[in-house]
C-alpha cells in the first residue's frame, strides 16, 4: 500500500486499525530495502557487559550462542512512554468533505500507536479542542492499544464540531498530569489566536521544562491555507471555529495572506527551534512517511 492515501477512502473504510498496519508494514519494508541505515524497528533488548559491573543480569544463553557477554535490559530501560495529542478543534476538519486535517492526524497516530506497540513502548491518547475531550492512561497491552484504535475510529467519524482551540490551556495540563519523562507528540493546525501566541508558545516551553522531548507536527492543507492556491472567482470563506463569513475574490488578499500567515509560521517555526521542540510540516496532500521517519529519529535518539 502506498504511503499516500487518498483521504476520502480512508473514511469511508472506517478502519484505522487495519490501514495503520498495512501503512506501517509498508514503511517498514521500504525502509529495509532502501539505502537509508541507522534506524531499528525493533530495538535491542540486550547491551554489551561492561567490565566491572555485576555479573548478575548477564544472559548465558546469548553467550552460548555468540560467546560474547551481553546484560539484559528491564523494561524501565528500553521503554518509552508517548502520549498522542490531536487537535479536534473545527478548523482541523478542513477541508470538506473527507475533513482532511483531522483524517490525516488521525491516522498518523494510529501509525504511531501501531509502531509503538510493536517495540513494546507504552502509549496514551489525548484529544482536545477548547478543553480535553479524551485523556487515557498511558500503557502498553494488547487491549489498551486496541481500545486507542477505537476511540481513533470515533474521532474520524465524529460530526464537524463549532469549537475553538484552546492548545495553550491544554498543553499546561497535560504538561502537569505526565509525572514520567515522556515523548509527547502533538498532531495540530496551531491557529491559535494570534494575541494567544505567547501563551501557546509558554506552554511548549513548560513541556520542555518538565524534561519531555517533544515532536510538532504542523498539520495544514498547504495548497490551499498557505499558498491561498484558490481558482480566481468569488467565493464566500467561512471561519470554521466563530461562523463568520466573507465573501471575496482570492486575488483581492492572496498576497497580504499569504505574508501574514508566512510570518505567523516562520515565528511558530522559530520558536520551537529555541525550545529543541522538532517541528514538522505535515502536508495532508503528502503522505506518513515522513511522520513515522520523523518518530523513528526521536526514538532512536532517546534509547
Same mark, same amino acid.
Given at each position: 500500500?502506498k504511503? /499516500? $492515501? =487518498?483521504l476520502?477512502?480512508v473514511?469511508s473504510f ?5 490501514l495503520?498496519?498495512?501503512?506501517v508494514?509498508g514503511f517498514i519494508t ?8 541507522g534506524?531499528?524497528v525493533?530495538?535491542?533488548e540486550?547491551?554489551?557487559? =561492561?567490565t566491572?559491573e555485576?555479573?548478575?543480569h548477564i544472559?548465558w ?21 508517548? %502520549?498522542l495529542?490531536?487537535d479536534?478543534?473545527?478548523?482541523m476538519?478542513?477541508?470538506?468533505p ?5 483524517t ?7 501509525c504511531?500507536?501501531?509502531?509503538l ?18 485523556q487515557t ?5 494488547p487491549? %489498551?492499544? %486496541?481500545?486507542?484504535f477505537? &476511540?481513533?475510529d ?12 484552546? /492548545? ?10 505526565? =509525572? ?8 495540530s493546525d496551531?491557529?491559535?489566536n ?5 501563551? $501557546?508558545?509558554?506552554? +511548549?516551553q513548560?513541556l520542555?521544562h ?6 510538532l507536527? %504542523?498539520?495544514?492543507?498547504k495548497k490551499t491555507?498557505?499558498?491561498? /492556491?484558490?481558482?480566481?472567482?468569488p467565493?464566500?470563506f467561512?471561519?470554521l471555529?466563530?461562523g463568520e463569513k ?7 488578499v492572496r498576497?497580504?495572506?499569504?505574508q501574514?500567515?508566512?510570518s ?18 505535515a502536508?495532508?496532500? &503528502? ?6 521517519t520523523?518518530y +523513528? ?6 534509547k
Amino acid at each position: 500500500m502506498k504511503q /499516500a $492515501l =487518498n483521504l476520502g477512502q480512508v473514511r469511508s473504510f472506517g478502519n484505522v486499525e487495519f490501514l495503520a498496519r498495512q501503512l506501517v508494514e509498508g514503511f517498514i519494508t521500504g525502509l529495509h530495502k532502501s539505502p537509508f541505515h541507522g534506524f531499528s524497528v525493533e530495538f535491542a533488548e540486550h547491551r554489551l557487559y =561492561n567490565t566491572g559491573e555485576t555479573t548478575r543480569h548477564i544472559d548465558w544463553k546469548v553467550y552460548g550462542k555468540t560467546e560474547k557477554l551481553f546484560v539484559k535490559r528491564y523494561e524501565e530501560e528500553t521503554n518509552l512512554r508517548c %502520549h498522542l495529542l490531536i487537535d479536534t478543534s473545527s478548523s482541523m476538519f478542513y477541508p470538506e468533505p473527507d475533513y482532511g486535517k483531522v483524517t490525516f492526524s488521525v491516522m498518523a497516530a494510529a501509525c504511531l500507536a501501531y509502531m509503538l506497540q510493536r517495540q513494546k513502548d507504552a502509549v496514551s491518547l489525548t484529544t482536545f479542542a477548547d478543553t480535553i475531550d479524551l485523556q487515557t492512561p498511558v500503557k502498553s497491552t494488547p487491549s %489498551h492499544v %486496541h481500545k486507542l484504535f477505537t &476511540q481513533l475510529d470515533q474521532v474520524m467519524q465524529q460530526p464537524k464540531p463549532l469549537r475553538k482551540t484552546s /492548545a495553550a490551556d491544554v498543553i499546561h495540563q497535560v504538561a502537569e498530569k505526565i =509525572n514520567k519523562r515522556s515523548l509527547v507528540i502533538i498532531f495540530s493546525d496551531m491557529f491559535e489566536n494570534a494575541d494567544k501566541s505567547d501563551a $501557546l508558545f509558554s506552554a +511548549l516551553q513548560h513541556l520542555r521544562h518538565n524534561l519531555h522531548e517533544v515532536l510538532l507536527f %504542523h498539520v495544514t492543507d498547504k495548497k490551499t491555507e498557505e499558498e491561498f /492556491a484558490f481558482d480566481e472567482r468569488p467565493y464566500e470563506f467561512i471561519d470554521l471555529e466563530t461562523g463568520e463569513k466573507v465573501k471575496l475574490q482570492p486575488g483581492q488578499v492572496r498576497e497580504t495572506y499569504q505574508q501574514a500567515v508566512k510570518s505567523y509560521f516562520q515565528d511558530l517555526k522559530m520558536r520551537c527551534g529555541q525550545y529543541k521542540i522538532d517541528f514538522i510540516e505535515a502536508d495532508i496532500a &503528502q503522505g506518513f512517511d515522513q511522520i513515522l521517519t520523523s518518530y +523513528l529519529v526521536k526514538r532512536t535518539k532517546m534509547k
